[in-house]
C-alpha cells in the first residue's frame, strides 16, 4: 500500500530529446507527489511537486503529468540537457505529510 | 539561501560502535527526518520529529536507533551499536511545516566494518 513504483530504472536521452520517467502508486491516501533531482554525493532537492486537484504542473522544462484515476504520474523533461544527468526519484505523502516514500529512482544520462 | 547541514560527511566505525550523526535543520523549520539511503538503492524514511517527539518512525526505526534535539538547532540521530547493514547514506531533512517543501542535507555517509 506504501509503495511507489518508478520506471525505467536508467534512461539515456540525447540533447534536445524528451525524458519520461513514470511512477505509480497504490494508496489513494496520497496526495502530494514531488519529484526530486539528485546528483551524485548530494542530497535529494525538490524539482517539482503536483496536488492531485489538478492533472498537469509544468515548470520551465520540467512538467508533471498526473492520472489520479490510473494511480499514476509521470515527469517530463523538454529539450534534455547533459546538466540534467543526475539520478530522480519521484515521492509521495499524504495528507500528514509525516512520511515521503520513494519510488526507485531513474538514472537518467543526457549524452551531448 | 538556508541549507540543512550534516556532519560528519562520512564516519567509518567498527561493528558494534555506537554512532551519533548530527544536523543542523534550517532555523524557523518545525519538523525535523532522517531517511537513509543504502548505495544505489530508493530513499527510506526512518523518522519524523516534531514538537520534541517522534511522531512517525518505520520498520527500519528499531531499539538501536534514537533521534534527539539537544538544544535549539542540532538534531542527532544515534546508532547504538552498529551493523554492517547500517552502512548508508544518512540524510536528514526539515520542513517549516508539514506541508511544506523539504530540504534535504548533503548527508553522513556511514561505512560499518
Known amino acids: 500500500q506504501q509503495q511507489v513504483k518508478q520506471s525505467p530504472q536508467s534512461l539515456i536521452v540525447q540533447k534536445g530529446g524528451i525524458s519520461i520517467i513514470n511512477c505509480a502508486y497504490e494508496?489513494?491516501?496520497?496526495?502530494?507527489f514531488p519529484w526530486y533531482q539528485q546528483f551524485p554525493g548530494k542530497g535529494p532537492a525538490l524539482l517539482i511537486a503536483?496536488?492531485?486537484?489538478?492533472s498537469e504542473k509544468k515548470e520551465g522544462r520540467f512538467t508533471i503529468s498526473f492520472n489520479k484515476s490510473a494511480k499514476q504520474f509521470s515527469l517530463h523533461i523538454m529539450d534534455s540537457q547533459p546538466g540534467d544527468s543526475a539520478t530522480y526519484f519521484c515521492?509521495?505523502?499524504?495528507?500528514?505529510?509525516?512520511?515521503?516514500?520513494f519510488g526507485e529512482g531513474t538514472q537518467l544520462t543526457v549524452n551531448p | 539561501e538556508p541549507e540543512v547541514t550534516q556532519t560528519p560527511s562520512h564516519q567509518v566505525t567498527q561493528m558494534g560502535q555506537e554512532v551519533i550523526l548530527r544536523c543542523v535543520p534550517i532555523?524557523?523549520?518545525?519538523?525535523f527526518y532522517w531517511y537513509r539511503q543504502i548505495l544505489g538503492q530508493k530513499v527510506e524514511f526512518l523518522v519524523s520529529?516534531?514538537?520534541?517527539?517522534?511522531?512517525?518512525k518505520s520498520e527500519i526505526f528499531d531499539d538501536q536507533f534514537s533521534v534527539e534535539r539537544p538544544d535549539g538547532s542540532n538534531f542527532t540521530l544515534k546508532i547504538r551499536s552498529t551493523k554492517l547493514e547500517d552502512s548508508a547514506m544518512y540524510f536528514c531533512?526539515?520542513?517549516?511545516?508539514?506541508?511544506?517543501?523539504?530540504?534535504f542535507g548533503e548527508g553522513s555517509r556511514l561505512t560499518v566494518l
Open positions: 531533512a526539515s520542513r517549516w511545516i508539514n506541508t511544506g517543501e523539504l530540504f
Open positions: 494508496n489513494t491516501a496520497f496526495d502530494y
Open positions: 503536483i496536488r492531485p486537484d489538478v
Open positions: 515521492a509521495a505523502t499524504d495528507i500528514s505529510g509525516s512520511r515521503l516514500t
Open positions: 532555523s524557523n523549520h518545525l519538523y
Open positions: 520529529f516534531y514538537n520534541n517527539e517522534i511522531s512517525e
